[in-house]
């Protein structure tokens, strides 16, 4: 039988690796991408096909969580055998601004898709992928975080993302479906979102380091998170939904870096090392051979109410689907850093071009 893949938030960081991925197992692909006033399909125009051609394995189709005729159109004109959940309003920070909008693509999104596979009558055909998080553990309860280490969400992305793990869970017991949950610790890039802040140190060490940029300001150095490779975590999604039986597992590599680590670590990729001097907001970082400071503190990246430490336990991933992750901290910090490297010298080469 074909298999056929709907993936929601396409455009984003998981959707372009899953679709990658989903086309070189064979799949056909289709993908739900917003309307938007700019491009926002670069991280998958290298998998576009001339939809004229005939039989294209990668579609996309315009699609909105917040709209439920919509998403009953999509999935019937699809007829997907499984659905990958991933799109959502993703930043933690930003939620705390648009927290009602959150909630309603995040939370209830995830609802009008599954009631689209109820309604449709695909309860038995269709497989259904939630992208859950690891901000669903919030303040810590116990470390490493597990399946069934408590959730107490810290932020309105979280409380939304608490409500569509739970409808998952309720719908699979309810109507007997195929529903599973991914939670799935940090996974980070070359193609990460500019403003999650291993992307946003990444650019800032290169535009630095050319001199394109004075200093890069940051909140709370001090977080702790459990950072892998996308790549990997998308190979985890697919897993979960090829498993026997439908179930929820955590997605992580078991090691936490803080964020000072990671700004360490970019820096030192370019040859920078990082001294720091005072604490609180008045902290800064140097470049410990020309004393030029490099990082400050701006008050306005603290979050509300912050999730400090995550570090994750993989095990059940590792023993019923043969799930690891691959890419170690310091491999996934150098090519993040070189990447934005490679960016900022063709930019720059076209703009001596053009001039
Ligand atoms: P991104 O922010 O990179 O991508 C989010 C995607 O969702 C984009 O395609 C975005 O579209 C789309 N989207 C946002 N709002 C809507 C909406 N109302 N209707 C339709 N599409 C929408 O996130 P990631 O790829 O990093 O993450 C994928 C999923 O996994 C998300 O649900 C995220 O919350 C979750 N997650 C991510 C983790 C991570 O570390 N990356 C860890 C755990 C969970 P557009 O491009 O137009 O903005
Ligand atoms: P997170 O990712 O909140 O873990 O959510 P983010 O990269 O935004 O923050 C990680 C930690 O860094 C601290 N921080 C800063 N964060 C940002 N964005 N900008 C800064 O300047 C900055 N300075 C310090 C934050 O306070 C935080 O502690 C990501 C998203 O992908 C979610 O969608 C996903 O569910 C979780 O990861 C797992």
Known sequence: MEKRALITGVTGQDGAYLAELLLAKGYSVWGVKRRSSSFN???????????HEKDPKFRMIYGDMTDSTNLIRIVQEVQPTEIYNLAAQSHVQVSFETAEYTAN??????????????????????????????ELYGKVQETPQKETTPFYPRSPYAA????????????????????????????????????????KISRAVCAIHKGMQDKLYLGNLDAKR????????????????????????????????????FVEHAFDAVGHTIEWKGDG???????????????????????????????????????????????????????????????????????????
């Open 226 to 261: 459990d950072w892998g490779h996308a790549r990997d975590y998308v190979e985890g999604m697919w897993r979960i939904l090829q498993h026997d039986e439908a179930d929820d597992f955590v997605l992580a590599t078991g090691e936490t870096n803080s964020v000072r680590t």
């Open 160 to 199: 939304a993302k608490l409500y569509a793990y739970w409808i998952t869970v309720n719908y699979r017991e309810a109507y007997d479906m195929f529903a599973s949950n991914g939670i799935l610790f940090n996974h980070e890039s070359p193609i990460r979102g500019e403003t999650f802040v291993t992307r």
């Open 105 to 134: 693509a995040d939370a209830i999104g995830t609802l009008r898709l599954l009631e689209a596979i109820r309604i449709l009558g695909l309860e038995k055909t269709t497989r259904f992928y939630q992208a859950s998080t690891s």
């Open 281 to 355: 907001v008045d902290e800064i970082g140097l470049d410990a051979e020309t004393g030029k400071e490099l990082i400050a503190i701006d008050p306005r990246y603290f979050r509300p109410t912050e999730v400090e430490l995550l570090l994750g336990d993989a095990t059940k991933a590792k023993e019923k689907l043969g799930w690891e992750a691959t890419t170690k901290f310091q491999d996934l910090v150098t090519e993040m850093v070189q990447a934005d490297m490679k960016k900022i010298e063709l930019e720059t080469n076209r703009k001596d071009r053009s001039s």
């Open 41 to 51: 399909t670069e991280r998958v125009d290298h998998l576009y096909v001339d939809p």
